[in-house]
């Protein structure tokens, strides 16, 4: 997607910097391709076409450091930004502490963009036309009588959409690094009504690097059952119980312990976890690994934004805090050796011998089912959380009512040690793998 | 900030008759309206952190968003070049929409609407353009602030000051052949600062932002900044979890307005509406508050960060009353809710840039005062909290459940304030919590902080409400 002359741009931008006071330079070169078709009741609502391209520069002059971007990228231009953008970084106080990476960690493997496998060629060649027959064939709207026992679908919105991403980074130490990737998404909403007039709605997304493995047909048709599935909740008293949290929004919980061990939290001292590396903070059963380099999967990268090798990491092993993710600034700032610069595509190790969500339902016996958080936030330097939730009421084993109106409430690092169980349910749509979730003994307020 | 005619169209590189000629490209399929919009935006952004302005930049961002309607239906395209060809081939593609002749035009309900907006307002004059100072010129104010925060607490171990701003220039033409055009500023600032006391970490934030040029950044709001950052950290410290469960809140004057963008604002957005998804979208005309409380949705606050001019839809910026003396009278609209419910559009129609079309939403959201005082509203509660400082909220439009986290409050037992409350997320019902609202104070307070609403795209908004006393609510916290 990138040409040869827009590479030849970049080539003489990077040259141009330095020619013109820049000690060193990383260059980004992005350009992305998407189409898209959204749906209300069945028909074709809107459609969308956007091509984007945008030239990011890194600067280090007198050693000093900015950020730039542009998308206007004729060369004149671009040569006229970069003069702008020198005289701007010379403006700064001086940081000892930024540099290029060592050469030795960049990516070498990254020439194509393809090595990754993430690259579908039918995506180039799909039409319009074929793009309004894929989202008119993803409706559920035409059958919804199917469905309608005891409720009406009043709205269905979906859409579905492709895209090309295509990305060169490289840097005056010579880095040459690409990735290309394509995505078919869909993705659908629906709202119910039940007898009474009450308005129910839920969402069902899919993704795939490849079209052939987008889950078409039945987003809609999920995203309606899911809806009707909230009809008649109940309220129930405010209790400490089982939490079972749905893959689909488990990397909720998951998310505020990759921040905490991210550099720039930790050198800050905005972090629970930022004297905790080599600590044995969780229990034996917590495994967490970055996977980056696993062809196919979505998410997964060859090399960082600084154009560093990604690799195979343990987050979490075992109960004890393995990696803080430190890119080339912060590890200097902090005087240790420098990692990566954040978490690629994480995978929680699935344990407790469940290999779906109802063996994980039947094994907890009782408790409260998560399928969707509704809003809430966390304390980055204390890990204390609290969310909204919205889910089911389980007894025996089995779903008995939805519930709504509650929160969940606590600190992670309790949160995480009362990890009992987990399914090997990980949805590979998502950038991080993380299976259904069991935890004992979580505060519900209600 | 407003410039001649002839600056915008230098800038994109057009002139009316070319403009007239991608309109009619994009209404060759049948399409019953279309406009442009051209976008360029220069962004720049300092970072101050260990003492230092070390990081910095600036980002420019320039195109044109073509949209073509037929009767409900949106096509959309863009493109970062404003060549001819290039704006053809997007109306080309967003024409694609109009496979059938249209029933409603949007055209037709074009009339500035209710309030008699003023299409002449300047609602953010500018003193001092940002694109005209040099970034060197901005390191004083940073560094004054993080002097000033750290003078103020010696439990400080860190700061970060963050300035971004932006300048935006803006040409709308459409096929009713109103053309429009301005210039939007935007600066923000915000600081936050780690504390440490006996082993223990607290932060603590606070941001400003407004559509004004680089004259905000004055000693006094350096100041003004430094001392909210440092105001409660004690009781930060010393706050704890309160016992969960419904119980009285009353929000305190000023970001509390988060409730009525969360619990009722979103619902009120007419696209919602209009497709049956919102809890509300049956309840015009009816009663969903007590008698005396207005609330509307405000575009003519002067440099509001959600102030505007007029909309990303060429409609004049003005006020909504969207409930008045308790009764729901108003969704906001864009143009397609507008015609689709018969009415005059409300200037609601933005977007984020020229590469999103525009969609009902908010500008600044608050409540009017009412007549009862803070004091007694809070000395009415037996047992519940007062909140008075937050971060985010959500909500699901369907059902009408909100939530809002609250980093700082405190609990109210027998009338009075008492242990200090942090780190819960509140959930309630929006109709529920509208038709409980038990008294409204004298002391309305639009926050000027950086909020942004993440509707499918990113705007800036603000909100306000004065102190409020709601009946039930739920709160998370200990069990």
């Known amino acids: 997607m990138i040409t040869n002359e827009e590479i030849a741009l970049a080539t003489h931008c990077l040259a141009f910097a330095l020619e013109n006071g820049a000690s060193g330079v990383r260059i980004t070169l992005s350009k992305s391709l998407m189409n898209l078709v959204g749906m209300l009741n069945g028909e074709v609502d809107k459609t969308a076409h956007a091509l984007d391209k945008s030239l990011q520069l890194q600067l280090f002059v007198n050693g000093r450091f900015g950020t730039f971007s542009s998308n206007r990228l004729e060369k004149d231009e671009l040569e006229s930004f970069i003069l702008q953008a020198i005289d701007t970084v010379k403006m700064l106080e001086e940081d000892k502490f930024r540099s290029l990476p060592d050469p030795s960690r960049l990516a070498k493997d990254a020439v194509t963009g393809q090595e990754l496998g993430l690259w579908d060629a039918t995506a180039e060649s799909i039409t319009s036309a074929r793009r309004k027959e894929l989202a008119i064939s993803s409706s559920f709207w035409a059958r919804k009588a199917e469905a309608e026992k005891g409720f009406t679908l009043i709205a269905e919105e979906g859409e579905y959409s492709d895209s090309i991403f295509d990305s060169v980074t490289m840097d005056s130490q010579g880095l040459f690094a690409r990735h290309t990737e394509t995505s078919f998404e869909i993705g659908y909403e629906a709202t119910v009504q039940d007898s009474e007039g009450n308005h129910y709605s839920n969402y069902w997304w899919d993704a795939a690097p490849f079209l052939k493995d987008l889950q078409l047909e039945s987003c809609a048709q999920k995203a309606c059952l899911r809806a009707a599935q909230a009809i008649s909740p109940v309220s129930i008293d405010s209790c400490r119980t089982n939490l079972i949290v749905d893959s689909e929004c488990a990397g909720k919980l998951v998310t505020p312990l990759l921040n905490a061990l991210g550099g720039f939290a930790v050198q800050q001292k905005n972090s629970f976890l930022a004297d905790k590396l080599g600590k044995k903070l969780f229990p034996d059963s917590l495994s967490i690994i970055d996977l980056p380099r696993v062809p196919g999967e979505t998410g997964c990268r060859l090399f960082d934004s600084e154009g560093v090798a990604t690799r195979e990491l343990p987050v979490i092993e075992n109960g004890v805090v393995k990696t803080f993710f430190i890119n080339t600034y912060i590890g200097h700032k902090m005087g240790v050796e420098p990692t990566i610069e954040d978490a690629t595509r994480v995978k929680l190790m699935p344990f407790g011998g469940c290999s779906t969500q109802e063996e994980l339902l039947q094994k907890m016996i009782d408790g409260i089912l998560v399928t969707g958080f509704n809003g809430g936030n966390s304390n980055a330097a204390t890990g204390n959380f609290s969310y909204g939730i919205e889910g089911f009421l389980i007894r025996g084993g089995r779903k008995v009512h939805p519930v709504r109106e509650m929160l969940i409430t606590g600190d992670f690092i309790s949160l995480w040690n009362n990890l009992v169980a987990t399914a090997n349910d990980a949805r590979p749509c998502l950038s991080k793998l993380i299976p259904t979730l069991a935890f004992k003994d979580v505060s519900f307020s209600a | ?479």
Not at chain 2, 397 to 420: A, H
């Open chain 2, 1 to 479: 900030m407003i410039q001649s005619k002839q600056y915008y169209l230098d800038i994109f590189k057009v002139d009316v008759p070319l403009l007239e000629t991608f309109v009619a490209e994009g209404l060759r399929s049948g399409g019953s309206y279309c406009d442009l919009y051209f976008e360029n935006t220069s962004y720049g952004s300092l970072l101050l952190r260990d003492g230092a302005v070390t990081s910095g930049g600036s980002h420019i961002d320039y195109g044109v968003g073509v949209r073509v309607l037929s009767g409900e239906k949106t096509g959309y395209a863009y493109s970062e070049s404003t060549l001819k060809e290039d704006i053809l081939a997007c109306a080309r593609a967003a024409a694609g929409i109009a496979d059938a002749p249209s029933e409603v035009n949007p055209y037709g309900t074009r009339n500035p609407s209710r309030g008699e907006p003023n299409p002449a307002a300047d609602r953010y004059p500018v003193l001092q353009n940002w694109r005209e100072v040099p970034m060197a010129g901005f390191l004083p104010f940073l560094q004054s602030l993080d002097a000033d925060v750290h003078a103020k607490d010696t439990r400080i171990r860190k700061v970060i000051v963050n300035l971004a701003f932006s300048v935006s220039d803006i040409l709308m033409y459409n096929s009713a052949r109103e053309l429009k055009y301005e210039t939007r500023p935007m600066g923000s600032v915000s600081v936050s600062a780690v504390f440490e006391q006996n082993g223990a970490v607290e932060n603590k934030s606070t941001s400003r932002s407004f559509r004004c040029g680089a004259e905000m950044l004055t000693p006094a709001l350096a100041q003004e900044m430094a001392a909210e950052v440092v105001k409660g950290i004690d009781q930060r410290f010393e706050a704890k979890r309160p016992e969960g469960g419904r119980m009285s809140v009353v929000m305190g004057a000023g970001a509390s307005g988060i409730l009525l963008h969360e619990a009722m604002g979103h619902a009120f957005e007419a696209d919602f509406n209009r497709k049956g998804t919102s809890i509300f979208s049956d309840k015009m005309g009816c009663r969903i508050c007590p008698e005396g409380i207005n609330i509307l949705d405000d575009g003519t606050l002067q440099s509001n960060r959600g102030a505007i001019n007029f909309d990303d839809e060429g409609i004049p910026g003005q006020k909504t009353y969207m409930v008045e003396d308790g009764i729901l009278t108003s969704y906001l609209h864009d143009r397609i809710s507008a015609a689709h419910y018969g009415v005059k559009p409300t200037g609601n129609g933005r977007r984020e840039s020229f590469r999103y079309a525009p969609l009902p939403r908010m500008r600044a959201t608050y409540m009017e005062s009412g007549t009862a005082k803070a004091d007694d509203l809070i000395s009415s509660v037996k047992k519940g909290i007062f909140v008075d400082e937050f971060s985010n909220g959500q909500v699901q439009i369907g059902e009408g459940d909100f939530t809002f986290y609250v980093k700082s409050g405190y609990m109210i037992e027998n009338g009075r304030l008492t242990m200090p409350v942090k780190d819960i997320n509140i959930i309630g019902n929006g109709p529920e919590a509208l038709a409980d609202i038990r008294g409204v104070a004298d002391d309305l307070a639009v926050d000027p902080g950086a909020w942004t609403c993440g509707k499918e795209q990113s705007v800036p908004v603000s909100c306000g409400i004065p102190t409020v006393l709601i009946g039930n609510l739920t709160v998370g916290g200990a069990q």
